[in-house]
């Protein structure tokens, strides 16, 4: 075999040797990756199961909650129209009363002014005055109500059209007022042409009566981009501090007494249901004895 012979098993077995730590190392390496990766895959299944349990836990609260939700809002419903109901009852039914006091307070101013002294007069007079005011604020309730009640029909609908034809009104009415009504053409929008007209005619009016007091009264309806798209009427009359805007829109809030200013304080919150029903809002800005906007969206 000669020396050669050794040399060759020698290096044969450090070959070996050489191939078994290979093959050690490898299969360490490889069972230390195969255990990181169970680790990996352990970890992985319980965030995944923390992740359904905490799913489970959200949904479960996102149902409670639109339960809930759904509880109070029929709740709330119920209440609304248990208020309509009592409003448009009493409204109602305190009509009939009403003008029996007021048809009798006339009668006896007619008939026997002569037989009572100036301060009966005066006594009869603010009867019939009060009543007249107590009407007027049953039918603006009546009407609140109705709004409220009402289904809505759609349908394209002119407020230009509609603007000029409650102007042309307030003019007959006092004809003697000189009044400048700047009204845009092409005010188109969507909703319901009746309570529209209704809206329309409660700003035209609260425009009309704020103006009363100038020499030179302006009332404008019109639309405006900023701040947002909107349809809006305008008029350079009494206006009002920006600090009680908030008020406005409330039922029987009034910024200005009713010795300056007639009104039940019912015509802008009645605004205010109609706007709210199509969808849109109703905002006003303002500044004492400079005028006021009232802005509304649909």
């Known amino acids: ?18 191939f078994v730590g290979a093959v050690s190392l490898m299969s360490l390496m490889l069972t ?5 990766r169970q680790r990996a895959e352990a970890a992985l299944r319980s965030s995944e199961q923390q992740s359904r349990e905490l799913f489970e836990k959200v949904e479960e609260l ?7 939700v759904r ?29 029996s006091i007021r048809g009798f307070s006339e009668v006896l101013l007619e008939r026997y002014a002569t037989k009572l002294d100036e301060r009966g007069q005066e006594f009869l007079r603010r009867s019939c005055e009060s009543s007249q005011i107590m009407d007027r604020l049953i039918e603006d309730l009546l009407k609140l109500s109705r709004v409220t009640r009402a289904e809505l029909q759609r349908r ?23 009044v400048q009504f700047v009204i845009a053409p092409g005010l188109n929008a969507e909703g319901d042409e009746r309570l529209l007209h209704l809206a329309l005619d409660n700003l035209l009016r609260n425009a009309w009566k704020f103006t009363s007091k100038r020499a030179e009264a302006r009332i404008e309806v019109g639309a405006t981009a900023e701040p947002q798209p909107a349809f809006f009427v305008r008029d350079n ?21 009713a010795g300056d200013f007639a009104g039940t304080g019912v015509g802008l919150a009645t605004v205010q249901r109609i706007v709210t029903r199509h969808g849109g ?17 649909l």
């Open 237 to 257: 009359g009494a206006g009002f501090d920006m600090a009680y805007a908030g008020k406005l829109f409330g039922v029987f809030q009034r910024l200005h007494s």
């Open 32 to 36: 230390a990756d195969l255990a990181q």
């Open 71 to 99: 509880e109070r809002t029929a709740q709330l419903e119920v209440i609304n129209r248990e208020l309509e109901a009592f409003c448009y009852s009493v409204s109602h039914d305190l009509r009939a009363p009403l003008r």
């Open 1 to 18: 075999m000669g020396p050669f012979a050794g040399e060759n098993r020698n290096s044969s077995v450090v070959l070996l040797l050489t």
């Open 281 to 297: 809002r109703a905002w006003a800005t303002g500044e004492v004895d400079r005028g006021a906007t009232f802005y509304f969206t």
């Open 156 to 178: 394209p609908v002119n407020l230009s059209a509609l603007a000029e034809s409650i102007a042309s009104e307030l003019r007959s009415g006092e004809p003697a007022r000189t």
């Open 62 to 68: 996102n149902q409670d909650l639109e339960r809930r």
